[in-house]
């Protein structure tokens, strides 16, 4: 399952109030920055911000040997009850924008030559 499945399925079930806020947040921060590379992450932004003002320093990044080259763990703090309003709301945005979350298109035949040519000279 690709993570931005994985995402929609968490703010599909967050909204109809089978998820915790804990757990969307864990999710969405675990997305965001696996994605934050190919730029994919940029439409989480809004869940992220509603995030990090309620619960600054939830995400500790490790450098690990796998790829993305790190892994994120979450503090074990419950998110603020007075955020959860903000938290549902912004949900509910990147929500309505699920094509955002859709992977990248796949490259042009030009692209897909550089990247055999480049990879038999790197080799």
């Given at each position: 399952m ?8 968490a ?22 920055y696996?994605?934050?590379?190919d ?20 995400v ?14 979450l ?7 007075q ?18 979350i ?10 897909r030559?550089?990247r ?7 080799a």
């Amino acid at each position: 399952m690709s993570s931005g499945t994985s995402v929609n399925s968490a703010l599909a079930d967050y909204a109809a109030g089978r998820m915790t806020a804990q757990e969307l947040v864990g999710v969405v921060a675990a997305a965001y920055y696996q994605k934050q590379g190919d730029g994919r992450g940029e439409m989480l932004r809004p869940l992220m911000d509603v995030i990090e003002r309620a619960h600054p320093g939830i995400v500790e990044l490790r450098g690990t040997a796998d790829r993305p080259g790190f892994s994120v763990r979450l503090q074990e703090r419950p998110f603020p009850k007075q955020w959860e309003a903000a938290l549902r709301e912004a949900a509910m945005r990147v929500a309505g924008t699920e094509s955002n979350i859709s992977p990248l298109p796949s490259p042009s035949l030009f692209t897909r030559i550089v990247r055999a040519i480049r990879k038999v000279f790197s080799a």
